[in-house]
Each structure stands twice: as C-alpha cells, then as structure tokens.
C-alpha cells in the first residue's frame, strides 16, 4: 500500500457544496481493500480546514466513534464536517449500519453545534451521498 496520510490540513481555497467534489478529492481510495472512513473538516464557509481519517476497517466494515470524529472537529474549531467512507466491493448502495451510524453522527453534531453536511460512499464505480436515504 502507498503511503497514505491520516491528516492533510488545506491552506489553499478549497470548498464543498456537492458529493462529486468529494469523489474527485478522494480518488487515491478506489481500489483500496479496506474500508477507510474520512472527515472533511470546514469552516463557516465551507472552506475545507483538514481531511483525516478516522478509522481504517476490514474488507467490509470501518468502525467509528462520535468521540474520534468530533475530537478533531473541535480541535479545529470546524463549523460542519463531510463525512466519506469507501465500499471496496464496488457497491454504492449504503447498508444498514452505513444509515444508523450517519443517523447517530448527526444527532452527536447537533448537540455539539456541528453539522453534518454530507455522507458520500466513493468507489471506483461512482459515488452515492447516504443522506438521500437517512
């Protein structure tokens, strides 16, 4: 495996409004074998402050806590965040752990003061943003 940063910290203007933005800036994901779940970290502006990973998981599974998402959102002072995960499988189709985790996400950002913007499966074959179904 090449050698993968956990944090990229972003100085240049870079800003989010669409899932395909998210696809384009992951795209040394596709092909992995492991399920890599990642934050994108914003600003009121929707700047991107940093991208980290959060979790690295198996072949079908990526475990993640509220407590390691929202402990480098608050570092960063981050407004919203992204949130990205990849299906090595191909499938862009969220499962039901993929819905309840971004459902839990979301309700811990809103007591937190910190919204979660998008949810985007990426794969080689496209992506698919969970919450048009959450």
Known sequence: MNQISLIKEYVEEVYFNKPEQVYNELDWIYGQKKEFFIAFYLNSKNKIIAR???SIGTLNTSLIH???LFKGAI??????II???????GSLEPSDEDISTTKKLINCGELLGIK???HVIVSD??????MEVV
């Open 66 to 68: 509220p407590r390691e």
């Open 75 to 80: 570092l960063r002072s981050a407004n919203s």
């Open 125 to 130: 074959k496209g992506f698919k943003s969970i």
């Open 116 to 118: 979660i913007l998008d």
């Open 52 to 54: 980290e990973i959060i």
């Open 83 to 89: 949130l990205a995960h990849n299906h090595p499988s």
